[in-house]
Nanobody, 122 residues
Framework: QGQLVESGGGFVQAGDSLRLSCAAS????????MGWFRQAPGKEREFVGA????????AYADSVKGRFAISRDNSHGTVYLQINSLKPEDTAVYYC???????????????WGQGTQVTVSS
């Protein structure tokens, strides 16, 4: 069984930047598309962005385009989510997940991490 472990979350000020990491272990995820999702208190989980297995293709939710960027380093089994110009509405638990194909639908993701909390203060 594979595991995904997120890190890099924290308490930040509006306008700051963060880079979240998702480290894979237990199996090779280099052939999987990797996605990031988030869930704010009292809200449903929402898609943030995803990258294909090679990193050549990416997809982002409209709400984060231009501020969020996904990258991956398959040699180290790690996927990153760079978040710039953080806003209070970005406050959420951020999850990474692995899917056999690039999709924005959470149902398509077979492996999930435990999440990392991002809190943005105004």
């Amino acid at each position: 069984q594979g595991q995904l472990v997120e890190s890099g979350g924290g308490f930040v000020q509006a306008g700051d930047s963060l880079r979240l990491s998702c480290a894979a272990s237990g199996r090779t995820f280099s052939a999987y598309a990797m996605g990031w999702f988030r869930q704010a208190p009292g809200k449903e989980r929402e898609f943030v962005g995803a990258t294909s297995w090679s990193g050549a293709s990416t997809a982002y939710a409209d709400s984060v385009k231009g501020r969020f960027a996904i990258s991956r380093d398959n040699s180290h089994g790690t996927v990153y989510l760079q978040i710039n110009s953080l806003k209070p509405e970005d406050t959420a638990v951020y999850y990474c997940a692995a899917s056999p194909r690039l999709t924005m639908n959470g149902i398509g993701y077979h492996y999930w991490g435990q999440g990392t909390q991002v809190t943005v203060s105004s």
